[in-house]
Nanobody, 125 residues
Framework: QSRLEESGGGLVQPGGSLRLSCVTS????????ISWFRQAPGKEREGVAC????????NYADSVKGRFTISKDNDKNTVYLLMNSLKPEDTGVYYC??????????????????WGQGTQVTVSS
C-alpha cells in the first residue's frame, strides 16, 4: 500500500511563502498523478493543484493560479507545493493525495485512492 506523508506547514504572515513536501513510497510517482487538497475550518475540502505522473502536465484551482507551483522529484519520491503571496484565505489543512490514474482531472472531481495525514498552514499577521 502506498504511503504519503506531508510536511512543511506552519504559520506565515500574509504575503509570505511556504513550501510543502509530500514524500511517497515505492513507485507511486511513476503510476499516479498527485494532487494537493486543502480544507479550511467549516468548509469542504477543495483541490488546489495536481501534477501528472510524467510531470508534463499540471492543473491549478483558479484561486491559486499564479501563486502556487506544484513540482516533483522522482529520485526523492517527493512532490512539492511552493506557495507564494499567501493570503489568510489560504489557511487550512493541506493534504496530498494519489489520483486514480496517470493524469489529473480538470476539476479535481475524482476520488483519490490514497491520502496523507495533512499539514496545517496558517496565514495570519
Amino acid at each position: 500500500q502506498s504511503r504519503l506523508e506531508e510536511s512543511g506547514g506552519g504559520l506565515v504572515q500574509p504575503g509570505g511563502s511556504l513550501r510543502l513536501s509530500c514524500v511517497t513510497s515505492g513507485s507511486t510517482l511513476d503510476y499516479y498523478a498527485i494532487s494537493w487538497f486543502r480544507q479550511a475550518p467549516g468548509k469542504e475540502r477543495e483541490g488546489v493543484a495536481c501534477i501528472s505522473s510524467s510531470g508534463g502536465s499540471t492543473n491549478y484551482a483558479d484561486s491559486v493560479k499564479g501563486r502556487f507551483t506544484i513540482s516533483k522529484d522522482n529520485d526523492k519520491n517527493t512532490v512539492y507545493l511552493l506557495m507564494n503571496s499567501l493570503k489568510p484565505e489560504d489557511t487550512g489543512v493541506y493534504y496530498c493525495a494519489m489520483e486514480p490514474g496517470y493524469v489529473c482531472s480538470l476539476a479535481f472531481d475524482r476520488s483519490p485512492v490514497g491520502w496523507g495525514q495533512g499539514t496545517q498552514v496558517t496565514v495570519s499577521s
